[in-house]
Nanobody, 126 residues
Framework: QVQLVESGGGLVQAGGSLGLSCAASGRTFSVYYMGWFRQAPGKEREFVAHISVSGRSTYYADSVKGRFTISRDNAKNTVYLQMNSLKPEDSAVYYC???????????????????WGQGTQVSVSS
């Protein structure tokens, strides 16, 4: 059992930055592969970024590559998503998720994750 709680969402103007955090409790955090997903109204949940157990390997969706950075601090049981150069198209509810270690292909599939946070709203204005 793992509990995940996202925070840091809010309103930001286009071109601005926002940092999200996901705090984990329950089982040992360092055991899990972590991902960020987002879902906008009327759209499917889409992959944003993932990070390996050690934090050494990361991968990003093309839509956010070069603008977003995923990181983790296992000592703090926390995963982060730093979002820069935000666009209105980035507006969505952002979710963090945890899974046992996954391969690169599997880590972009939401259904492969075992635990999910409640989500935090990110709204980017024009």
């Amino acid at each position: 059992q793992v509990q995940l709680v996202e925070s840091g969402g809010g309103l930001v103007q286009a071109g601005g930055s926002l940092g999200l955090s996901c705090a984990a409790s329950g089982r040992t955090f360092s055991v899990y592969y972590m991902g960020w997903f987002r879902q906008a109204p009327g759209k499917e949940r889409e992959f944003v970024a993932h990070i390996s157990v050690s934090g050494r390997s990361t991968y990003y969706a093309d839509s956010v590559k070069g603008r977003f950075t995923i990181s983790r601090d296992n000592a703090k049981n926390t995963v982060y998503l730093q979002m820069n150069s935000l666009k209105p198209e980035d507006s969505a509810v952002y979710y963090c998720a945890a899974a046992r270690p996954l391969g690169a292909q599997g880590a972009i599939v939401a259904g492969n994750y075992d635990y999910w946070g409640q989500g935090t709203q990110v709204s980017v204005s024009s």
